[in-house]
């Protein structure tokens, strides 16, 4: 099973600062996921990379997966409090072709305002 | 709403008693997902179901766990006898298809679940 790690665990700022969250692995990732969770909601999916050097940009978030494919980063800039949550990554189970997925521990952000 | 169903929302349980959780997937969808949520754990895939057919259930505890997806109707899925260590955050996702080639799934808001 491919672990993920995901650091920092906990993440807490004030509103305008900007921050990177990093998600890494021992293993290639065939695709990566990144995914957003409020309190008391399921995981949002905001972004899929699957090209080894690939940088995806979605407003304020910014989304690198790194060219041997084993980590990836989520950067905010000007953090708001409604970018509060659990940010989580995610890959596809080895040998799966379906949705099952392996997540990490997930990064908690509490940005301030 | 078109989004993946999920009720109750919250349950409360006394050990011993069953637990059935339903998920009504995205229209459209008919691939559904079941994943636990515990504090200290994250979140884990338990079973992956088609109509009338479970794909994998390689996360399901080997006792007191099972789930469906019938033909007509949501997808449940049951805990008998529930224990303390149950207590914890049920999500269904749901997909299209089987296979989206990077397994993008859209997930319900859970259901919450509280053995006392």
Redesign the interface.
């Known amino acids: 099973t491919q672990l993920l790690e995901q650091s920092p665990q906990f993440l807490s700022i004030q509103e305008g600062e900007n921050l990177t969250v990093y998600c890494n692995s021992s293993s290639v990732f065939?695709?990566l996921?990144w995914?957003r969770q409020e309190p008391?909601?399921?995981?949002?999916?905001l972004v899929?990379v699957?090209t080894g050097g690939e940088v995806k940009k979605l407003k304020r978030l910014t989304f690198q997966f790194g060219d041997a494919r084993k980590d990836s980063s989520l950067h905010i800039t000007a953090a708001q409090p409604g970018d509060t949550g659990l940010y989580?990554c995610?890959t596809?189970?080895g040998g799966?072709?379906?949705?099952?997925?392996?997540?990490?521990?997930?990064t908690i952000l509490t940005v301030h305002p | 709403n078109a989004g993946?169903m999920q009720n109750p929302r919250h349950l409360v349980r006394r050990r011993g008693q069953e637990a059935r959780l339903r998920c009504s997937p995205m229209k459209g969808h008919s691939?559904v997902?079941w994943y636990r949520q515990l504090p200290e754990e994250?979140?884990?895939?338990m079973v992956?179901l088609q109509k009338e057919n479970i794909?994998?259930e390689?996360?399901m505890p080997k006792e007191r766990f099972s789930a469906e997806f019938p033909k007509e109707g949501p997808s449940i899925l049951r805990i008998q006898q529930v224990v303390r260590g149950d207590s914890a955050a049920y999500?269904c996702?749901s997909?299209p298809r089987?296979?989206?080639?990077?397994?993008?799934?859209?997930?319900?808001?859970?259901s919450r679940l509280t053995v006392l």
Request: no cysteine; glycine share 20%.
């Open positions: 065939s695709s996921q995914y008391g909601e399921g995981p949002v999916l899929t699957v989580l995610a596809r189970a799966t072709s379906y949705g099952k997925l392996t997540f990490g521990q997930g | 993946v691939h997902y994250g979140l884990k895939f992956y794909i994998d390689s996360g999500f996702a997909s089987r296979d989206r080639g990077t397994g993008e799934l859209f997930f319900g808001e859970g």
